[in-house]
């Protein structure tokens, strides 16, 4: 079993940056992908990014290209989620999942999730 732990997220102004972790701990023999999801409120779960592990391949979502980067720190068995240019309709929860299957932006690639971080974009 896979744990996910968030952290990093906050109230931040547009134009501004923020930098998301996803540590990953537990059983992930296997484990080859991590991906980045969002929700706001009233809408549905959407992909960001994701990062297929070896060997490393990424994935970003059209609405985030050339704003957020996606990168990992094996050493801390942590993945990143770099924003950039924080907009308004960035604010959301914001997971991390992890996958031993495919890799992507579809949810039903992945088959654990952490509990979110939130970011607020005023």
């Known amino acids: 079993h896979v744990q996910l732990v968030e952290s990093g997220g906050g109230s931040v102004q547009a134009g501004g940056s923020l930098s998301l972790s996803c540590e990953v701990s537990?059983?992930?023999?296997?484990?080859?992908?991590i991906g980045w999801f969002r929700q706001a409120p009233g809408k549905e779960r959407e992909g960001v990014a994701a990062?297929?592990?070896?060997?490393?391949?990424?994935y970003y979502a059209d609405s985030v290209k050339g704003r957020f980067a996606i990168w990992q720190d094996n050493a801390k068995a942590t993945v990143y989620l770099e924003i950039n240019y924080l907009r308004p309709e960035d604010t959301a929860m914001y997971y991390c999942a992890a996958s031993r299957g495919s890799c992507g932006l579809r949810a039903s690639f992945f088959d654990s999730w952490g509990q979110g971080t939130q970011v607020t974009v005023s």
């Open positions: 990062i297929y592990t070896r060997p490393v391949m990424t």
């Open positions: 537990g059983i992930t023999e296997g484990t080859n992908c």
